[in-house]
C-alpha cells in the first residue's frame, strides 16, 4: 500500500461515462429522498426535540443526587424526565425508562454539569467532529472527501440522530476509526472497537473480524478496553445501579420487558420486520439468530479474504445492524455510510449496475424505516421497509463477491 492514509490497493482508470451518468442520477434521487426524510424526521421531532439524549440527562441528573432508584423504576423516571424537561417538551413522552447497562452513562456524564441544551447540541456537534475525522482516511481525495460527508449529511438517518439526540455519530466513529487503524495502530484500534461496548448489541461482530484477521493486539486491547470499562463503572456509577439493573434484566420484570420487547418491536432490526409481518415471536426470534449466523460468517469471509478495505468495512457495518437484536432508525446510519463507500468506488472505476443499484437502495432505506412508523400511515412504505433486511443481505453477498477493489 503506497498510500498509508487512503485505503486503496492499485490505481485505477477513470470512471466510464456510463458509469458517472448513472451515478448523477443516484445523486439527484438521493437529493430528492433526502429532502422528504429530512422532512418526515424533522416533523416527527418537532415536539419533543433530543427526547433520547433526555435519557441520558436525566439518568446523570439522578446519579449526581444520588438517586440510584429511579434508573431502575420506569414510571417514575419518565414522569421526572418529563418534568425536569418540560420546557423542551410540547407533548409529553411516554414511557421512556432507561435500560441501557451501567457503564453506557460513563458516556454522559462528562456532560451532565452543562444546561441541557448546551449538553444536547454539544454531543450532537463533538460527535459530528470526530466523526468527520474518522471518516477522512477512507476519502482517496479532497473531492472524494467532501462527497462522502454530503451524503452522510442528507442521509434521513442523521436527521433522526439529530432530532432524538441519539450516539449514532459516535458509534459511527469508532467503527471508522477502528477498522481503519487495525494494522496501522493496532493498540489505538483495540481501544477504538473496544468502546463499542457502550452500544453492546454493536460489539458482537468486531471480534469476529480480528479473528478472521489473526489481528491479536487489537483484539486483546479491545478486551482490556470492555474490562476497564466494566471496572470503572463499579465505582462510578456504582455497584447498586448493577445490582438493580441485573435484577431487573434477569427476574423476567414483566413491566421491564414489555417495554423491551415493545423497543424491538419499534426498530427496524430482522425481529421487528418479521414481528411487524404476523411472524410468531418465536419465529421472528429464530429469524434474528439466523441473521445473527449469516452476519458472523460474512464478516470471516471479508476479513480473511483479500477484500478491499472499504469494501470489508461496509460489509461490517451492514453485518452489524443485521446481525442486532434492536435497531433504531438512526442507526441506519451506518447502512448509510456502507452505502456512500460503494458508490465512491463508482467514482475511479465501472461497477455493475446490480452494486449501484443495491447500494443506492440501502441508501434509500433510511428514509422509509422504522416499519411500524409507516404501517398505519403509509402502508405501501411499510411494505417497502420491512425488506430492508433482504437489501442488506444483498448488499453484503454483492460485496463478497468483489475482491482486491480500490476506492
Known amino acids: 500500500m503506497s498510500d498509508s492514509r487512503v485505503p486503496q490497493s492499485t490505481v485505477t482508470p477513470p470512471v466510464p461515462p456510463s458509469s458517472a451518468a448513472t451515478l448523477r442520477r443516484v445523486g439527484l434521487l438521493f437529493v430528492a429522498v433526502g429532502a422528504l426524510g429530512w422532512a418526515i424526521f424533522t416533523a416527527l421531532f418537532r415536539n419533543t426535540p433530543g427526547q433520547d439524549w433526555m435519557v441520558f440527562d436525566t439518568a446523570v441528573q439522578a446519579w449526581r443526587h444520588g438517586d440510584t432508584a429511579l434508573l431502575l423504576d420506569g414510571p417514575r423516571f419518565t414522569a421526572v424526565l418529563n418534568a425536569t424537561h418540560a420546557d423542551w417538551l410540547r407533548d409529553k413522552l411516554v414511557f421512556h425508562p432507561w435500560v441501557y447497562p451501567p457503564f453506557t452513562l460513563l458516556l454522559a456524564l462528562p456532560f451532565g454539569l452543562l444546561?441541557?441544551?448546551?449538553?444536547?447540541?454539544?454531543?450532537?456537534?463533538?460527535?459530528?467532529?470526530?466523526?468527520?475525522?474518522?471518516?477522512?482516511?477512507w476519502a482517496a481525495s479532497t473531492r472524494a472527501y467532501a462527497l462522502l460527508l454530503s451524503g452522510v449529511a442528507l442521509c434521513p438517518a442523521t436527521a433522526f440522530t439529530l432530532g432524538a439526540g441519539q450516539n449514532s455519530f459516535f458509534t459511527a466513529s469508532l467503527f471508522l476509526g477502528g477498522v481503519f487503524l487495525i494494522q496501522r495502530r493496532p493498540v489505538i484500534a483495540g481501544v477504538l472497537l473496544g468502546l463499542l461496548a457502550f452500544k453492546p448489541q454493536f460489539a458482537v461482530l468486531a471480534p469476529v473480524a480480528l479473528l478472521a484477521l489473526g489481528a491479536w493486539i487489537p483484539l486483546a486491547t479491545a478486551a482490556a478496553t470492555v474490562a476497564a470499562l466494566l471496572l470503572l463503572s463499579l465505582i462510578v456509577p456504582g455497584t447498586a445501579l448493577w445490582a438493580g439493573w441485573l435484577h431487573l434484566f434477569l427476574s423476567?420484570?414483566?413491566?421491564?420487558?414489555?417495554?423491551?420487547?415493545?423497543?424491538?418491536i419499534n426498530g427496524q432490526s430482522v425481529f421487528s420486520c418479521l414481528a411487524l409481518l404476523g411472524v410468531p415471536g418465536w419465529a421472528a426470534n429464530a429469524g434474528q439468530l439466523?441473521?445473527?449466523a449469516f452476519a458472523a460468517t460474512c464478516v470471516w469471509l471479508a476479513f480473511r479474504r483479500g477484500i478491499g478495505e472499504p469494501r470489508r468495512l461496509a460489509i461490517l457495518l451492514c453485518a452489524t445492524?443485521?446481525?442486532?437484536?434492536?435497531?433504531?432508525?438512526?442507526?441506519?446510519?451506518?447502512?448509510?455510510?456502507?452505502?456512500?463507500?460503494?458508490?465512491?468506488?463508482?467514482?475511479?472505476?465501472?461497477?455493475?449496475?446490480?452494486?449501484?443499484?443495491?447500494?443506492?437502495?440501502?441508501?434509500?432505506?433510511?428514509?422509509v424505516n422504522p416499519p411500524h412508523l409507516f404501517a398505519l400511515?403509509?402502508?405501501?412504505?411499510?411494505?417497502?421497509?420491512?425488506?430492508?433486511?433482504?437489501v442488506i443481505v444483498g448488499f453484503m453477498l454483492a460485496s463478497l463477491r468483489q475482491e482486491r477493489t480500490s476506492f
Not at 444546561?115 to 471518516?135: D, H, I, R, T
Not at 437484536?325 to 447502512?335: A, E, N, R
Open 115 to 137: 444546561p441541557f441544551g448546551v449538553s444536547y447540541y454539544g454531543f450532537q456537534a463533538l460527535s459530528f467532529v470526530g466523526f468527520a475525522a474518522a471518516l477522512r482516511p
Open 252 to 264: 423476567g420484570d414483566p413491566a421491564f420487558h414489555t417495554w423491551v420487547n415493545e423497543g424491538r
Open 290 to 292: 439466523a441473521a445473527m
Open 321 to 367: 445492524i443485521l446481525a442486532a437484536p434492536h435497531v433504531g432508525s438512526y442507526d441506519g446510519l451506518l447502512l448509510g455510510i456502507a452505502a456512500l463507500l460503494v458508490l465512491l468506488q463508482g467514482l475511479t472505476q465501472r461497477l455493475p449496475a446490480g452494486d449501484i443499484a443495491l447500494a443506492a437502495a440501502l441508501w434509500l432505506s433510511t428514509a
Open 377 to 390: 400511515t403509509v402502508p405501501p412504505l411499510f411494505y417497502v421497509s420491512v425488506l430492508t433486511p433482504v
